[in-house]
């Protein structure tokens, strides 16, 4: 069993900037993939941004890419998510995942992919 722990979360306005941390009970070396989701009051959850090991491959959606950076340091156990230029619509609980290659990973931005998850971690941007 993995337990992944999440924080940085908070309140900011437009513009501004946050940094999540996800913190894994396990060493990271061998996680493949680490995704960060984000889910809106009464919307699916939403893949933001992957990354492949240390980083060899990065993934990000449409509406973050240019603004939101993710990294993984190994030696903290600890995948980042660096949030820039923050707006309304960024708004909601985000959530770190982790896959172990305990199953089919079906792409980085599908839920179904990862073996672990955190409880979350909110953030809410005013205008």
């Known amino acids: 069993q993995v337990r992944l722990v999440e924080s940085g979360g908070g309140s900011v306005q437009a513009g501004g900037s946050l940094r999540l941390s996800c913190v894994a009970s396990?060493?990271?070396?061998?996680?493949?993939?680490t995704g960060w989701f984000r889910q809106a009051p009464g919307k699916e959850r939403e893949g933001v941004a992957a990354i492949y090991r240390e980083g060899e491959t990065t993934n990000y959606s449409d509406s973050v890419k240019g603004r939101f950076t993710i990294s993984r340091d190994s030696a903290k156990s600890t995948t980042y998510l660096q949030m820039n230029d923050l707006k309304p619509e960024d708004s909601g609980i985000y959530y770190c995942?982790?896959?172990?290659?305990?199953?089919?990973?079906?792409?980085?931005?599908?839920?179904?992919?990862?073996?672990?998850w955190g409880q979350g971690t909110q953030v809410t941007v005013s205008s």
């Open positions: 995942a982790a896959y172990y290659n305990e199953g089919w990973f079906r792409g980085p931005f599908f839920t179904s992919s990862y073996d672990y």
């Open positions: 396990r060493e990271t070396k061998s996680v493949l993939y």
